[in-house]
């Protein structure tokens, strides 16, 4: 049948009967079979088009009597929800919203926004209750600024898969005591061999209590972000320090001194040095920082220990006060540091995760819901990944 709407959109409405005799009834409640059928009823719902029509569909179901749940709506399969869509039709919208804006797919489909992120998330949940988790081994912990109304958010993520596991509001111990006491299960924590953190006392606090046999290691581009801070310290006081001459060559000079020498090309390392025969302090701050770096190089822990603790008798004549501030945080987490000869995780996964529910946020707005955020965020690494599959199977 078909019609005209006030808008113009041309509607076609078809009536789905089921043939008598096909009767397996699903309980919607327990997900049993049941035999007694208490009414029919009529659902109409929005399908997939056909040409230029927006398609409905009639669909009977049944109210049936479960001798567990009492009277209840039989379960079908087209009808995944209350909302008046049908399976294929959400499927639809999901699918598009894997690789646009929840506002572009809303004006693709004649839907209100709003509509279009509430058929994503149960888009979303169905992909998440058949899937299979990966297990989870090695953990990376960190917090993301979400923005001056939800604050910081303390992000769990999967080392080995790429993707977050779980989200919890704030960044205090509590927050991920309540991620190893509801998400895993005993067994589950006393699987975790390594857990990658901040130098951040409350998530160490929760590490140690749930998972004592999970090993501590700091991230890399955590401890090596606190040097670059002390670089820029020593920077900024000899700027001040300094008049004159001294002060137009360290002027502009920020980046370079952050950035790695093996990553400078030739006229970079030029500058640099120019501005290292000036002032031996900053070259000295440089060289403390690039000799940090060498710490995760090492396999034997002894050696590493003795790279450690020459690296902060260096100080002692030096009167380089941020980097006598970054050694005795050094000295104080240096168990968590030098457990990386033994447990090697792979650093950056961390940021990148980051990285990826950042440009979520970017490009969707409106993540109010954490929930949808982090199915959102694990579908983005799922198809990341499937995509790596498949490249390597060709
Ligand atoms: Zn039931």
């Known amino acids: 049948m078909e019609a005209r709407d006030r808008r113009g959109t041309r509607t076609l409405r078809l009536w789905v009967r089921r043939k008598s005799g096909n009767q397996v009834l699903i309980c919607s409640g327990c997900r049993e079979r049941v035999r ?72 693709q489909f004649g839907l209100a926004a709003s509509t ?15 899937r299979r988790k990966p297990v989870l081994r090695q953990i990376g912990i960190d917090e993301i600024y979400l923005g001056k109304k939800q604050k910081f958010v303390t992000v769990v993520s999967n080392l080995e898969t790429g993707e977050p596991v779980w989200f919890g509001a704030e960044r205090k111990e509590a927050t991920l005591d309540s991620f190893f006491r509801e998400e895993l299960s005993p067994l589950q924590r ?23 046999a999970c090993k501590i290691v700091f991230d890399k581009f955590h401890v090596m972000q606190h040097a670059n801070a002390a670089v820029d310290e020593v920077r900024r006081a000899e700027f001040f320090r300094k008049g004159g001459q001294l002060r137009d060559v360290v002027k502009g000079k920020r980046w370079l001194l952050l950035t790695r020498w093996v990553n400078l090309d030739g006229p970079k390392q030029q500058l640099l040095n120019d501005l290292f025969r000036l002032n031996r302090r900053l070259l000295k701050a440089y060289l403390l920082k690039e000799s940090l770096d060498r710490l995760w190089t090492y396999t034997y822990e002894a050696v590493a220990r003795k790279h450690l603790h020459g690296w902060i008798d260096q100080l002692k004549w030096q009167r380089l006060k941020p980097f006598q501030k970054l050694a005795l945080m050094l000295l104080k987490h240096q ?36 929930r949808y955020l982090l199915l959102k965020a694990q579908r983005l690494a799922a198809l990341k990944l499937e995509v790596v599959v498949l490249r390597r199977a060709a």
């Not at 059928?37 to 409905?56: G, H």
């Not at 039989?74 to 499927?91: G, H, I, N």
């Not at 279009?116 to 888009?123: E, G, N, T, W």
């Open 36 to 107: 007694e059928v208490a009414e029919i009823r009529e659902r109409e719902v929005r399908d997939l088009p056909w040409r230029k029509y927006q398609t409905f569909v009639i669909i009977e179901f049944y109210r049936v009597k479960c001798p567990r749940c009492g009277l209840k709506v039989e379960a079908v399969p087209q009808l995944p929800s209350k909302a008046p869509f049908s399976k294929d039709f959400e499927d639809a919208v999901g699918l598009a919203c894997e690789s646009a804006a929840a506002r572009s797919v809303a004006r």
């Open 116 to 130: 279009v992120r509430a058929i994503d998330l149960r888009y979303l949940e169905r992909w998440a209750a058949r």
């Open 190 to 212: 006393g699987r975790l061999t390594a857990a990658c953190v901040d130098m951040w006392e409350p998530y160490t606090k929760s590490i140690l209590k749930w998972a004592p």
């Open 335 to 370: 168990e968590g540091l030098l457990n990386y000869c033994r447990t090697k995780v792979p650093f950056g996964v961390v940021e990148a995760v980051n990285g990826n529910i950042k440009s979520l946020i970017r490009r969707g707005r409106g993540y109010r819901n954490l």
